[in-house]
């Protein structure tokens, strides 16, 4: 019993435990059995929804994988797993993977990933509030007004990445590219000696994407620091978005967060992206944000995301459309001859002389018609590179069809998050045949247009952008940005480094993506992808320009 004579807290729990050991020994075992309980918990699965896959440690196997192979673990679980211990379900068009006492479900059949993304009862903008609020670091006095805002900001995206306004952002970043190449064979560059493809692709895009956004006044133009920034921020999506200890894992994440958010706080406060060259997507958020109430001074640090989106994917697979186009000399050869008659040629006045230069024009808006090789090759790259992982939760429950010979039907219950793999439909043998993990730069040449049923299978296996009310805004900007620099640099530049000859360097493996990424970065981040590019003859002194219409 407890008196008060002086004796510690600690004393009388000790004396209490020697008094009677039994009660405290039982207490133990009953927190011990509940703990367990919870950590080996398995979700309720009705027997309409995917079928279960258990994972070998109860309750928490698949947490463990998918953190440690982070977006590898979807391709692992449908074709390891489900090969060996699970076969009875043979088709495993979908499953459910409980994750300790919650579950979600995998789709792997590209129909019913069709019919999800279709489904207006499963929606994306739940993740978009969770993850953001995270992502900016914002209080939550300071996110109140995003919630509402969000149909609107959304509808705004969609609406400004078409027709005339994604002519005028084609146009703009396609010319900042020529700017650069065109420097290129100058007196003061006769050859562009890069260390590392990687990087100077990264940077090129980054500073093309930005300028299309934000105008002359692009604070990346006049901070070039803030490239780097981005990406650092980009490395820590993961750790930031989910709030999982940032500052210990990913410190430089959230000081290049600070820096890319003090830099477009400015931006925005001037009320800079009011300019004429401003594009439209970035003057229509920010009306939407203002208008919902968001301050001047909170509208920069909430369009970090949208810098990142705009970017970080186009980015990437641009390198590896460029690694896996200029390393093979019969695919560049193939492309150069369909390109040629394409690229206009004409006489313009050269600045400050009286001489004429030659120009040489492309206009991006025919490439997708008159290229049918180089989109192949494009279409490929993003088949094979690109792991986004689409998400939708589940507004209410929902039976989804795959369509097939068994009209297989599935049930998905309220609030669960559906996760549709592109890194398992993107290469599935039975859309893409017995090379689907090889590239093939013509796979895609005439795709499409028998209507079989093996055709329709591949369009639907096919989600590089998404899909739906969701699918991918930037989608046709991205192609525009990576289809130019392809074409201006197979017609007019050689490009030596990579290949498979002697001092060449092999095209590099893909690294595992990480969870919140969606398309491969190569493997030692390009160092050692040393690539030199020079005027190809009969095309030195051609000033290259764009066009987009
Ligand atoms: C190769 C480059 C790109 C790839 C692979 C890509 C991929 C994707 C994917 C997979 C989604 C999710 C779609 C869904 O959930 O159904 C998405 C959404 C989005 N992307 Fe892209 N993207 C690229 C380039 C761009 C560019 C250049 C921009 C803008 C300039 C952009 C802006 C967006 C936006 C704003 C969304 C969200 C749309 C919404 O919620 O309705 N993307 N993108």
Redesign the pocket.
Known sequence: MASFTGTSTLDVLWNDVSSSPNKYLTLLALSALVFFVRWAATPNVDSREPPLIKPAIPGVGHIINLLMRQVDFYPYVFHVLTSKAYSREKKHLAMTIPLADKKMYLLKSPRLIQAA?RSKSLS?EPF?LEYSQNLLGMTDDEFAPVPKSVPDL?QA??SS?ASKHLHA?NATALNYIADEINAIGSFSLPSLDVNNAWIWIRTLITKA?TNA?FGHRNPFHFNPSLVDDLWAFDNGTFFLGTNLFPRIFRPRSVAARARLQAALQKYYAARLDEGPDVSQ?MRARAAVLRAHGVPNSSVGRFEIP?VQ???V??MP?MFWFFARVVSRPEVLARARTELLPLVEESLAPAPDSSNSMRQATVNISVLGDRAPFLVSCFRET?RLY?H?V???RVMADTQLSDDDENSTTYLLKKGTDVHMP?NVVHRLPEAWGPDADEFQPERFLGGGATGTEADRMRKAAT?????????????N???A??MGLMAALVVGYDVRGLGDGPGLAPVPRAATVGLGH??ATPMGGGVGLRVSITRRQGWEDVEWRFTSS
């Open positions: 993304m994306f978009l959304i995206v969609h990445m952002m994407t956004m997507i949208m989106v705009g970017i994917n186009t697979i993003n690109n986004a689409i998400v939708r592109a989600i590089p952008f998404g899909g739906g009310l969701h699918l991918c805004p930037g989608r900007f991205a192609f940005e990576n969606a398309i």
